[in-house]
């Protein structure tokens, strides 16, 4: 069955970082999966995938990837199968390039969620299938298709927008924002404390892209510099997974990078939109959360419930749009 508004060919191909695609592959990735969004909300589901399985290998935990994995590989006719940390060897008793080998025999496709951004490039180098990076330390790739897809369903056209990402500036989020923006000619600043800024090959690559596409990039620890003018507000998590040890230090280092209404006024931009990868600590009503009011008295950390539940937030429209991105990779990257 042919995709309706793909133009450029991408079977066979892996996603890794997205730093191997170009502007016009991104955009027809997210021209798709606003297709595949409508033609989903009118009753229709395109068997694109018909007879095909695909793994779902996770090393860490997910709700809003498992679940749009597991969605749109149903709902395009392919059969998935979850693979948990104990379910498989993977590393522990049989190599990660033998493990790929064997999974590649079986399926016609391999999603990986997990630490090391090495497993998922050896998954893609050794399986002989495609590879989707479902977050790892350094990027999480799927994720910015979805934020992109949120961001124009918004704002429309991306070019010329302002992204403002605040908080952890050197996690896999802010990584693949400043990746997958600067390509498609979006400003994306980041505003963190300088230990936390994203690392010099990232940095750099940014910079290279915009200067390529008209945008720019600036990288600044002054959060009132940073926001003024933003088209949209971001943050995530000041820990991510793997990193549970880190509560106290970023707290301390990232409380004043905090969104709150105080912030959201200092883009003086009315119309400014919120933007969160989820989960988010807004509130405490979580463990987690409870814990750190406990500990630090903070009712929220990276985002104020004020701001989280206001009608600049577009949070649960970007956590939706992972199932639509995500059927849009499979369906245009399967052979
Ligand atoms: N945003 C995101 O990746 O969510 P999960 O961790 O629930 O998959
Ligand atoms: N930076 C976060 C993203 C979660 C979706 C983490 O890696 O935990």
């Not at 595949?36 to 007879?51: H, I, N």
């Not at 400043?178 to 690559?205: C, D, F, M, W």
């Not at 990078?257 to 939109?273: A, L, P, R």
Request: proline share 2%; hydrophobic share 40%.
């Amino acid at each position: 069955m042919a995709l309706s508004v793909h133009r450029v060919n991408l079977k066979g191909r892996s996603l890794l970082t997205l730093i191997d695609f170009n502007a016009e592959e991104i955009n027809d990735l997210i021209d798709l999966a606003a297709d595949l969004k409508q033609k989903k909300q009118r009753g229709s589901r395109e068997k694109l995938m018909e007879g095909k399985n695909i793994a779902l290998l996770f090393e860490k935990p997910s709700t809003r990837t498992r679940c749009a994995f597991t969605v749109a590989c149903t709902d395009l006719g392919a059969h998935p199968e979850y693979l948990g940390k104990n379910d498989i060897q993977l590393g522990k008793k049989e190599s990660v390039a033998d493990t790929a080998k064997v999974l590649g025999r079986m399926f016609d496709g391999i999603e990986f969620r997990g630490y090391s951004q090495e497993t998922v490039q050896q998954l893609a180098e050794h399986s002989g299938v495609p590879v989707w990076n479902g977050l790892t330390d350094m990027y999480h790739p799927t994720q910015a298709l979805a934020d992109y897809l949120t961001i124009k369903e918004q704002k429309g056209d991306l070019t010329g927008l302002t992204v403002v990402y605040v908080g952890d500036g050197r996690n896999n989020v802010a990584n693949s924002l400043l990746i997958v923006g600067s390509k498609l000619g979006v400003n994306v600043r980041i505003a963190a404390p300088e230990s936390l800024y994203p690392n010099q090959e990232i940095a750099t690559l940014a910079k290279q892209y915009a200067k390529e596409n008209n945008c720019e990039i600036m990288i600044t620890d002054n959060v009132d510099e940073a926001v003024k003018g933003a088209d949209v507000l971001y943050t995530d998590v000041w820990v991510s997974m793997g990193e549970e040890d880190k509560f106290a230090e970023r707290i301390e280092l990232l409380k004043p990078y905090q969104v709150n209404m105080e912030m959201i006024k200092k883009t003086e931009n009315e119309d400014v939109i919120f933007l969160h990868c989820l989960p988010a600590f807004h509130d405490t009503t979580t463990i987690i959360g409870k814990d750190i009011y406990e500990k630090y008295g903070l009712e929220a950390m990276e985002v104020t419930d004020e701001v989280f539940q206001s009608r600049h937030s577009f949070v649960f429209d970007q956590a939706e749009n992972r199932m639509h991105t995500i059927k849009a990779i499979m369906a245009a990257t399967i052979s």
